[in-house]
């Protein structure tokens, strides 16, 4: 039998796809359970929606700390309270630097198809806004491993969506989220299955698990 997953989720405000995971984890279509969720802004939607289902919570404000390194220390001081097996990113808009401990347990969605636009300073509405302004015919979500570059690590998933003439961010962003809610349970259920190997660049998904799953080589 599979291994209930153990997530940290890191959130910046709405929290919708967190609660994407808990609707998943109490219809039993996710085996895992929410360790705590943390938070880089205080009083969001997203913390009372993880304390509404007794989830342990956190807030590490990005504002209060001088750089990058002292954010990521204090994320990664939160979550080692807990036996975390695999990091969420799920709106968290700032930049975490990921420890050598967390390597290739780190995942991150992405509300576009990386690799266009995508990178500092694009994070939802913009994402949405961009590829309008672009003219782009399709869009979509991609869930991949997060490294310490923007949008850059193995690509794991990418769902897609036609972009419609008629389309505004809002009209994009909601048929992009919808994807999402597939895509970001999938991914971490595969992960738990034993199921991605990283080769190089690229996330081979297993037929059946391996020991070395998570190994990642050059």
């Given at each position: 039998m599979i291994k209930k997953l153990n997530l940290g989720v890191l959130i910046s405000g709405g929290g919708n796809t967190l609660q994407n995971f808990i609707d998943r984890i109490e219809a039993?279509?996710?085996?895992?359970?929410?360790?705590?969720?943390?938070?880089?802004?205080a009083n969001v939607p997203g913390l009372e929606r993880a304390k509404k289902h007794n989830i342990p919570t956190a807030v590490v404000p990005y504002t209060d700390y001088r750089d990058t390194d002292a954010f990521s220390n204090a994320i990664t001081s939160e979550l080692d309270k807990y036996p975390i097996d695999l990091v969420t990113l799920a709106g968290f808009v700032h930049f975490y630097k990921i420890p050598e401990k967390y390597k290739a347990k780190v995942m991150n969605i992405h509300p576009g198809l990386i690799p266009a636009f995508c990178g500092h300073q694009y994070y939802g509405r913009k994402v949405h806004e961009a590829v309008i302004n672009y003219g782009a015919k399709v869009s979509g979500c991609t869930v991949h491993f997060?490294?310490?570059?923007?949008?850059?690590?193995?690509?794991?998933?990418?769902?897609?969506?036609?972009?419609?003439?008629?389309?505004?961010?809002?009209?994009?962003?909601?048929?992009?989220?919808?994807?999402?809610?597939?895509?970001?349970?999938?991914?971490?259920?595969?992960?738990?299955?034993?199921?991605?190997?990283?080769?190089?660049?690229?996330?081979?998904?297993?037929?059946?698990?391996?020991t070395l799953c998570f190994e990642s080589h050059t």
């Open positions: 039993g279509k996710l085996h895992a359970s929410l360790q705590v969720v943390i938070s880089s802004k997060a490294d310490n570059i923007y949008d850059n690590g193995p690509i794991i998933i990418q769902r897609t969506v036609p972009v419609l003439d008629d389309d505004t961010p809002d009209t994009l962003a909601e048929r992009v989220f919808k994807e999402e809610c597939e895509a970001y349970p999938e991914a971490i259920r595969l992960f738990a299955e034993g199921r991605l190997k990283i080769e190089g660049r690229k996330v081979r998904i297993l037929i059946s698990p391996e």
